[in-house]
């Protein structure tokens, strides 16, 4: 069973624009949760990440938001630039681990 | 070096031999995970050490799946009898300390399997 899912598997979206891709969770008990950003042949990179204790964490261009009563979260990247372009990955700790969703491609047009 | 670096970058094996994966981890970080990524999914977990034993191995899919870290800094995962289904990327991160709360792990490029 998936644990963390991302229904999405991509996103096209027009430099400038906002970009928003969507996670969501089965396990009330995962405590942190972690956006990795991952270009071709190349490991995943942290992006952003959110403690359960909180709903709302910012880094720039990059915001995540989470909802913990629809165990729900999302990152918002505004404004989207064409070196956005790569696969983003929501993860959840539990246990020492990550438990990855299945990652969306994201597209930005010049 | 300045990150988490795997060797070889690929392999390509015949079906039934053994293969081994190495990862050396940034230094002096601790916590060493194992993941595998298959075609379209995200990576998976496979198994985590803290130093040089391992603290959770519930990932292993199955006794043909094994890894070491006998001086608490580079390991090795080790596939027996390789199967066409073990076609994937596996990724090595590293933490500076255990588990992953408020901190994160850096991951190395990985190494593309191919059974054939």
């Known amino acids: 069973d998936q644990q963390v899912k991302q229904n999405s598997p991509s996103l096209s979206v027009q430099e400038g624009r906002i970009s928003i891709l969507n996670c969501d969770y089965t396990?009330?008990?995962?405590?942190?949760f972690l956006w990795y950003k991952k270009y071709p042949a190349e490991g995943p990179t942290f992006l952003i990440s959110?403690?359960?204790?909180?709903d709302k964490n910012e880094d720039g261009r990059f915001t995540v938001f989470l909802n913990k009563s629809a165990k729900h979260l999302s990152l918002h990247i505004v404004p989207s630039q064409p070196g956005d372009s790569a696969v983003y990955f929501c993860?959840?700790?539990?246990?020492?681990?990550?438990?990855f969703g299945q990652g969306t491609t994201l597209q930005v047009k010049p | 070096g300045a990150g988490v670096s795997q060797t070889p970058s690929n392999k390509v094996t015949e079906k039934g031999k053994y293969v081994e994966l190495r990862c050396d981890p940034i230094?002096?970080?601790?916590?060493l995970y194992w993941y595998r990524q298959s075609l379209g999914q995200g990576p998976e977990f496979l198994i985590y050490?803290?130093?040089?034993?391992?603290?959770?191995d519930s990932g292993l899919p199955n006794d043909r799946f094994f890894a070491v870290r006998p001086e608490g800094s580079v390991s090795t995962l080790k596939i027996q009898r390789t199967e066409r289904g073990d076609s994937a990327v596996y990724l090595c991160a590293s933490s500076l300390i255990p588990g992953l709360v408020n901190t994160e792990a850096f991951f190395g490029q990985g190494t593309r399997l191919t059974v054939v």
């Open positions: 993860a959840a700790h539990t246990g020492g681990k990550l438990i």
């Open positions: 959110i403690s359960s204790i909180k």
């Open positions: 230094s002096g970080h601790t916590a």
């Open positions: 050490f803290q130093g040089t034993g391992a603290a959770d």
């Open positions: 396990n009330s008990m995962f405590d942190y």
